[in-house]
């Protein structure tokens, strides 16, 4: 994995601390879509362009936000190739690719050039790009995701759909969430993938299973993990869980269990899926490919594995909470 120095590409690669953990650097772009005269970046319908990789946990939530609150046609997508190498992302055609219809890009680093020429630091998805001032407003999934549901009438020029995935008086209690499961859970798959040494790899995976097990009775007392609402949390959860069995045990070595192990959690994943529009948005063979091929360092002959078989379409149970 690449990195942007003064504009040059560079072939920097992960860092770590003095005892083998893997440090995820932060992402650079903050900008906000709100309203106002004097805003920056005002909320309305088609002015903004999201860059994607469908494998991307992180992107995923995005493109997850997108679609349950109906903002397919406001809000159009460029997805790069799953296969990231020296060059980083691109947009070499391949199966599930989208070009970059703004700027023709070849790579995703282009896109963040065309922002800030001088810009030093990863090129990393999800991108928010404003098409009228012509910059990146944001590459903060979480961050992004609130900001889509915030403004979702103004972006998409009528009434929201789909359900409300943060509400006001819910804020807190989302935000308790996602910070709980991020670290030992979202970002916990990658340290215990990345670990250069058997202490950081131990380390990440027994907080990651804690952490599991902590949800996984949660999710037996009720419907989601903020109650009874779907919120961004359980989105958050779900990008994790739905490319766990199929990459992050074998891959990533996180093999003290699977998800279809944990009656809730694996009720709460096909619960998920199975909402109007999630299902378009999960590629499991484009995730493989990305996760198995790019990953040489982990996964030298670049074999992706056959399998598992899913039954992601089959009945869950999570509905004995309704009232």
Request: proline share 7%.
């Amino acid at each position: 994995m690449g990195m942007l120095i003064e504009g040059r590409w560079s072939q920097a690669r992960y860092t770590f601390d003095e005892t083998g953990r893997f440090k995820r650097r932060p992402t650079t772009f903050r900008g906000q879509i709100e309203a106002g005269p004097d805003a920056p970046h005002p909320p309305a319908p088609g002015r903004y362009h999201l860059y994607v990789s469908l494998a991307c946990p992180w992107a995923h939530r995005v493109l997850l936000v997108r679609a349950l609150r109906g903002l397919t046609n406001a809000l159009s997508v460029s997805v790069v190739h799953s296969y990231m190498g020296e060059d980083g992302w691109t947009f070499k055609p391949g199966p599930g690719v989208v070009p970059d219809p703004l700027h023709g890009a070849e790579y995703l680093r282009d896109v963040y050039t065309q922002a800030d020429p001088h810009f030093t630091g990863n090129v990393t998805v999800p991108v928010l790009w404003d098409i009228e001032a012509g910059t990146i407003v944001n590459n903060e999934s979480r961050e992004i995701i609130r900001m889509l549901n915030t403004h979702c009438a103004a972006l998409r020029g009528a009434a929201p759909v789909g359900p409300e995935l943060a509400p006001p008086a819910l804020h807190a209690d989302i935000d308790a969430a996602l910070d709980a499961i991020y670290e030992p859970i979202n970002n916990g798959v990658y340290r215990a993938g990345f670990a250069q040494s058997q202490a950081a790899h131990a380390e990440a995976v027994t907080e990651l299973f804690a952490a599991l097990d902590h949800w996984e009775q949660v999710l037996g007392q009720q419907k989601w993990l903020c109650g009874d609402a779907l919120t961004e949390a359980d989105l958050c959860l779900f990008t994790t869980l739905i490319r766990f069995d199929s990459v992050y045990v074998t891959h990533f070595k996180c093999a003290l269990r699977r998800v279809v192990d944990y009656p809730n959690l694996w009720a709460h994943t096909r619960a998920v899926y199975q909402l109007p529009g999630v299902a378009e948005t999960v590629d499991l063979a484009y995730t493989k490919a990305h996760y198995f091929v790019s990953h040489t360092s982990i996964n030298p002959r670049q074999l992706v594995p056959v399998g598992p078989d899913l039954a992601l379409d089959a009945p869950h149970d999570r509905d004995r909470f309704d009232r």
